[in-house]
């Protein structure tokens, strides 16, 4: 157990419709992240959440909203999906978010993903 | 562009045997990660080595580092089948962690 854990483990859904992605974390930490992980691609970072506060949105399309309502619980509501959407979805936590102290010194903790599959 | 990038991109050694994988990065970092991913699992952090340490040890695991090269090196000793998964370097660049894309690593029994 890594203390993060993410619902639904698996997904397939039709472009058209809208289904949600839940992530909670056990471990009292401060900053959440959301990950795209495709095949043969590095990890891409999505969302960063401090303190239920979103921090940074790297160019991620409109079809994907995030949502922080406490700094345990982070979703990524989904609608409107395209086939390149499909891929693995990771969210982590970390104690401190990079830029805060040491943030970048801290490890992040994964949960185990939500796998996408969009028909 | 790519911070860190992981080396080979696959490898199959048989148990016992030591497994090398290298990471290497383009611009200075502060510290530098190595994690382990499991097949249909996330991300597992195994060891963090700072820009001022050469080597660090963590059970069979030993990693070094070579800022004057810009790489990073992960040994595991004495292979398992359990060691079979992807392993990532994650650098760290302007304050943000940055992965690679990953050895797959294959134990052979």
């Known amino acids: 157990e890594t203390g993060v854990t993410q619902t639904p483990r698996h997904l397939v859904m039709g472009m058209t419709n809208k289904k949600s992605l839940k992530c909670e974390q056990h471990?009292?930490?401060?900053?959440m992240y959301w990950y795209k992980q495709s095949a043969k691609k590095p990890l891409e970072l999505m969302f960063v959440?401090?303190?239920?506060?979103r921090v940074e949105n790297n160019s991620v399309p409109s079809r994907f909203s995030p949502e922080c309502p406490n700094s345990s619980h982070l979703f990524l509501h989904l609608h409107t999906l395209q086939p390149e959407d499909s891929a693995l979805y990771l969210c982590?936590?970390?104690?401190?978010?990079w830029g805060q102290g040491n943030g970048s010194n801290q490890p992040q903790h994964f949960g185990d993903g939500t796998r996408l599959s969009i028909l | 562009s790519q911070q860190g990038e992981e080396d080979p991109q696959a490898l199959s050694i048989q148990e016992g045997e030591n497994a090398t994988m290298n990471c290497s990065y383009k611009?200075?970092?502060?510290?530098l990660q190595w994690y382990r991913q499991n097949s249909g699992r996330g991300l597992v952090h195994l060891i963090l080595?700072?820009?001022?340490?050469r080597e660090k040890h963590s059970g069979r695991l030993r990693v070094t580092l070579d800022t004057s090269k810009k790489s990073s090196s992960l040994l595991i000793t004495a292979s398992r089948a359990a060691d079979t998964a992807s392993y990532f370097c994650?650098?760290?660049?302007?304050?943000?962690?940055?992965f690679g894309k990953g050895t797959r690593l294959h134990i052979l029994p």
């Open positions: 994650a650098t760290d660049r302007d304050d943000k962690i940055i």
């Open positions: 611009t200075s970092i502060n510290n």
């Open positions: 959440y401090s303190l239920e506060e």
């Open positions: 982590a936590s970390s104690h401190l978010l």
């Open positions: 471990l009292g930490h401060n900053a």
């Open positions: 080595i700072r820009s001022n340490e």
